[in-house]
């Protein structure tokens, strides 16, 4: 089975019924024969995703219409594959649209495993959609859940040929870490272990509205999607939703090694082997407050290591790793463990400590949420002690140095807080600006 992520291509995605596809942004229609109900597609060549990815999905994707003053659905969760006999998407049934059906309304969606759809021509909903949550890279098997949307007088579609247009539901997540440093030196190295995004909801039910700005403009979890076919609503419930944490380790050669001046993705997208960004349902949060930590606000945790290097043996002038709270760099240079503390004033290269910062974030659907961590830039440091019942992100080959008994949770790490900023881009990539802003 072809598995389909639909990451990073614009809000803008395949979906035909007896449907001969391109691969550019056109749409070829079949003739159709007598009054059967088709749909056109379009099809972006901006990232990676194409309509082959839906020809290659073994279980295709679910479609539903309600015909103006009819108490039952004419579509009614039939599912359309992909036949490569037709060159389309198909239905196992065919349904004929005639004269007296003055308006349909259209939704699909697409995956339609683990997905509960309570769908009536009253009730439009997708319920309890819940994405995978692990320490354990969670992103790398999570799929997008993609909507569409249309209602279509009779005869305004040429040759029954309705346009669906597949929308993103869910929020995109990712984590990039940047080593600041601004010191004249220039010495300092940042080593990542473990990133994990804490305390967010763990799933939601996806309602269908028709389009009321007023009603959007006044809730948190209510948004307007606008295509080429019209406008209307989403609202993404958090009931009966708990907390979850979403996060995974850098173990072995996969340890993020940063020297000042350089970036590297924790928590992103890329390929099916490295994939890790996610797909989480929509939501606005609280950051964490160490001042009231019972609201069980959320943060990004991370397991993580500072030193800093320095030309010669040692500052004393003795032979290199004579001194046990200094460790070398195998170059005539030695290196100070800044983070974690020593243990026993050994230095220790496999230790880690856990650091985070609260943040409160705020997800939209069908837009990619990056956020950017500076380490050890101009007032930024290494960030702060974290809750005590943090998760604990599974690792090998490291050891993990607990809180010291003098520091609390909330201390800063080094002097300062990291600073993270925050770009906010359509899944095709936008040209915005990210805004930094101070984290601890």
Same mark, same amino acid.
Request: aromatic share 8%.
């Given at each position: 089975?072809?598995?389909?992520?639909?990451?990073?291509?614009?809000?803008?995605?395949?979906?035909?019924?007896?449907?001969?596809?391109?691969?550019?942004?056109?749409?070829?229609?079949?003739?159709?024969?007598?009054?059967?109900?088709?749909?056109?597609?379009?099809?972006?060549?901006?990232?990676?995703?194409?309509?082959?990815?839906?020809?290659?999905?073994?279980?295709?994707?679910?479609?539903?219409?309600?015909?103006?003053?009819?108490?039952?659905?004419?579509?009614?969760?039939?599912?359309?594959?992909?036949?490569?006999?037709?060159?389309?998407?198909?239905?196992?049934?065919?349904?004929?649209?005639?004269?007296?059906?003055?308006?349909?309304?259209?939704?699909?969606?697409?995956?339609?495993?683990?997905?509960?759809?309570?769908?009536?021509?009253?009730?439009?909903?997708?319920?309890?959609?819940?994405?995978?949550?692990?320490?354990?890279?969670?992103? &790398?098997?999570?799929?997008? %859940? *993609?909507?569409?949307? !249309?209602?279509?007088?009779?005869? @305004? #579609?040429?040759? +029954?040929?309705?346009?669906?247009?597949?929308?993103?539901?869910?929020?995109?997540?990712?984590?990039?870490?940047?080593?600041?440093?601004?010191?004249?030196?220039?010495?300092?190295?940042?080593?990542?272990?473990?990133?994990?995004?804490?305390?967010? &909801?763990?799933?939601?039910? %996806? *309602?269908?509205?028709? !389009?009321?700005?007023?009603?959007? @403009? #006044?809730?948190? +979890?209510?948004?307007?999607?606008?295509?080429?076919?019209?406008?209307?609503?989403?609202?993404?419930?958090?009931?009966?939703?708990?907390?979850?944490?979403?996060?995974?380790?850098?173990?072995?050669?996969?340890?993020?090694?940063?020297?000042?001046?350089?970036?590297?993705?924790?928590?992103?997208?890329?390929?099916?082997?490295?994939?890790?960004?996610?797909?989480?349902?929509?939501?606005?949060?609280?950051?964490?407050?160490?001042?009231?930590?019972?609201?069980?606000?959320?943060?990004?945790?991370?397991?993580?290591?500072?030193?800093?290097?320095?030309?010669?043996?040692?500052?004393?002038?003795?032979?290199?790793?004579?001194?046990?709270?200094?460790?070398?760099?195998?170059?005539?240079?030695?290196?100070?463990?800044?983070?974690?503390?020593?243990?026993?004033?050994?230095?220790?290269?496999?230790?880690?400590?856990?650091?985070?910062?609260?943040?409160?974030?705020?997800?939209?659907?069908?837009?990619?949420?990056?956020?950017?961590?500076?380490?050890?830039?101009?007032?930024?440091?290494?960030?702060?002690?974290?809750?005590?019942?943090?998760?604990?992100?599974?690792?090998?080959?490291?050891?993990?140095?607990?809180?010291?008994?003098?520091?609390?949770?909330?201390?800063?790490?080094?002097?300062?807080?990291?600073?993270?900023?925050?770009?906010?881009?359509?899944?095709?990539?936008?040209?915005?600006?990210?805004?930094?802003?101070?984290?601890?």
């Amino acid at each position: 089975m072809i598995h389909s992520r639909f990451k990073l291509f614009p809000t803008a995605i395949a979906a035909a019924l007896a449907v001969a596809s391109c691969t550019n942004e056109e749409a070829q229609v079949i003739p159709p024969t007598g009054n059967q109900i088709q749909f056109t597609t379009r099809v972006s060549r901006a990232t990676e995703t194409t309509l082959d990815v839906l020809k290659g999905s073994e279980e295709g994707f679910k479609v539903y219409a309600d015909v103006d003053d009819w108490d039952n659905l004419l579509i009614n969760g039939d599912v359309a594959k992909w036949n490569d006999a037709q060159s389309a998407f198909v239905l196992d049934k065919k349904y004929n649209w005639t004269s007296d059906m003055k308006n349909i309304r259209f939704w699909a969606f697409h995956p339609i495993t683990n997905v509960s759809p309570a769908i009536s021509a009253n009730n439009i909903q997708i319920r309890d959609f819940t994405p995978v949550a692990s320490l354990e890279n969670p992103g &790398k098997t999570q799929s997008d %859940l *993609i909507i569409a949307y !249309n209602s279509v007088q009779f005869g @305004a #579609a040429p040759g +029954n040929a309705v346009p669906l247009t597949f929308q993103h539901a869910l929020s995109q997540i990712s984590v990039n870490v940047n080593n600041a440093e601004v010191s004249a030196d220039g010495r300092k190295v940042v080593k990542i272990a473990g990133a994990c995004i804490v305390n967010v &909801k763990n799933k939601g039910s %996806l *309602i269908f509205h028709a !389009n009321d700005d007023d009603a959007t @403009a #006044a809730a948190d +979890n209510r948004f307007t999607i606008n295509d080429a076919n019209g406008k209307y609503d989403i609202e993404w419930s958090l009931s009966g939703a708990t907390n979850a944490s979403y996060g995974l380790a850098f173990n072995g050669d996969n340890l993020i090694n940063l020297i000042p001046g350089t970036s590297q993705a924790a928590i992103s997208n890329g390929n099916s082997e490295t994939n890790s960004s996610l797909m989480l349902v929509p939501q606005k949060t609280a950051k964490y407050s160490f001042d009231n930590p019972s609201a069980a606000g959320s943060y990004i945790l991370l397991l993580c290591r500072v030193e800093i290097h320095h030309p010669g043996e040692t500052h004393t002038g003795t032979r290199e790793g004579a001194d046990k709270s200094v460790g070398s760099d195998g170059k005539g240079g030695h290196i100070h463990q800044l983070f974690p503390a020593l243990q026993n004033n050994t230095y220790d290269e496999t230790a880690y400590g856990y650091t985070c910062v609260p943040v409160d974030f705020d997800w939209k659907p069908g837009l990619r949420h990056i956020y950017t961590l500076n380490f050890l830039g101009a007032n930024a440091g290494a960030g702060q002690y974290p809750p005590e019942d943090h998760p604990e992100i599974p690792t090998t080959g490291i050891e993990v140095v607990p809180t010291p008994d003098d520091k609390e949770p909330g201390d800063y790490v080094l002097d300062d807080p990291i600073t993270f900023s925050v770009t906010v881009a359509d899944w095709q990539n936008a040209a915005d600006k990210p805004t930094p802003t101070p984290m601890p």
